[in-house]
Nanobody
């Protein structure tokens, strides 16, 4: 069965960096596009970044306007893992970050908390 496990979240000061990881299992990882979403307290879940499938490595990427130029999504198909490198973090980036794959419908990980605060 599909399983997505996020890790790498934590507390960071404004301007700092974090790298999130999402370990995938239960499907042929290299054949599927992967994405990251986030949800702040009291707000709806929002799209952050996506990367297309790639047998050899990663593919094309897309980003929300709010993170363009600061965040980078990547994947390592040999490790069945998708990453989100987050730089120049702002307090408004504070949220639970979720990994997602579409396989007939959306499958989600459990989320990892990112808190940006001084």
């Amino acid at each position: 069965q599909v399983q997505l496990v996020e890790s790498g979240g934590g507390l960071v000061q404004p301007g700092g960096s974090l790298r999130l990881s999402c370990a995938a299992s239960g499907f042929t990882f290299s054949r599927y596009a992967m994405s990251w979403y986030r949800q702040a307290p009291g707000k709806q879940r929002e799209f952050v970044a996506a990367i297309t499938s790639g047998v050899a490595s990663g593919g094309m990427t897309n980003y929300a306007d709010s993170v363009e130029g600061r965040f980078t999504i990547s994947r390592d198909n040999a490790k069945n893992t998708v990453y989100l490198q987050m730089n120049s973090l702002k307090p408004e980036d504070t949220a639970v970050y979720y990994c997602k794959v579409y396989r007939g419908y959306d499958y989600w990980g459990q989320g990892t908390q990112v808190t940006v605060s001084s």
